[in-house]
T-cell receptor, first 115, second 111 residues
Framework: SAVISQKPSRDICQRGTSLTIQCQVD?????MFWYRQQPGQSLTLIAT?????????ESGFVIDKFPISRPNLTFSTLTVSNMSPEDSSIYLC????????????FGPGTRLTVT | AQSVTQLGSHVSVSEGALVLLRCNYS??????LFWYVQYPNQGLQLLLK??????LVKGINGFEAEFKKSETSFHLTKPSAHMSDAAEYFC?????????FGKGTRLSVIA
């Protein structure tokens, strides 16, 4: 399994500002994923980030709002831009298993509140 | 597109009682199936997974799930609930990453 850390663990931000969330993995992984979990809801995939290529965004999510970087095989960032209260959510970083069983491992999440 | 449906957004059981959380998948070909647990203010932890080997899968913390192709189901069970089992449980499906999650079931355990 992989150990994943995220920074910050939580933040309270003003509307109109941006926040960058960092995700660090203790081993090299091919694919990293960013999910959003709105209050009381399930997880929704924002995008898939492969090292060396542009992230692939899911329907309803755009690069201008959620720019993603993947500079190497152990690190990624997600920026939430021009925030509004509707962006208040938990943002989770995830990586795929290298064992071929398609399971994913998750970071502890970043709890974002926009006021 | 593949999807999972979790029946019951909230399940409440007494301590020591059977836990049954329901999950049905939608896929023409049996996919990989997973159960994750999320404790309050924490990330997701893998409970167990089905990857086309044994249909009865045993996981951590005494949980198990049975894959039934005829019913397109992958229900999660535990014979005896503990207070520490109170959490949110998510069923997820994959035919290749990334995972697609159900809406989740909140399990409450009553003393």
């Amino acid at each position: 399994s992989a150990v994943i850390s995220q920074k910050p663990s939580r933040d309270i931000c003003q509307r109109g500002t941006s926040l960058t969330i960092q995700c660090q993995v203790d081993s090299q992984v091919t694919m990293m994923f960013w999910y959003r979990q709105q209050p009381g809801q399930s997880l929704t995939l924002i995008a898939t980030a492969n090292q060396g290529s542009e992230a692939t965004y899911e329907s309803g999510f755009v690069i201008d709002k959620f720019p993603i970087s993947r500079p190497n095989l152990t690190f990624s960032t997600l920026t939430v831009s021009n925030m509004s209260p509707e962006d208040s959510s938990i943002y989770l970083c995830s990586v795929d298993s290298t064992s071929g069983s398609y399971e994913q491992y998750f970071g502890p999440g970043t709890r974002l509140t926009v006021t | 597109a593949q999807s999972v449906t979790q029946l019951g957004s909230h399940v409440s059981v007494s301590e020591g009682a059977l836990v049954l959380l329901r999950c049905n998948y939608s896929s023409s070909v049996p996919p990989y199936l997973f159960w994750y647990v999320q404790y309050p203010n924490q990330g997701l932890q893998l409970l167990l997974k089905y990857t086309s080997a044994a249909t009865l899968v045993k996981g951590i913390n005494g949980f198990e799930a049975e894959f039934k192709k005829s019913e397109t189901s992958f229900h999660l069970t535990k014979p005896s609930a503990h207070m520490s089992d109170a959490a949110e449980y998510f069923c997820a499906v994959s035919k290749g990453t990334p995972l697609v999650f159900g809406k989740g079931t909140r399990l409450s355990v009553i003393a």
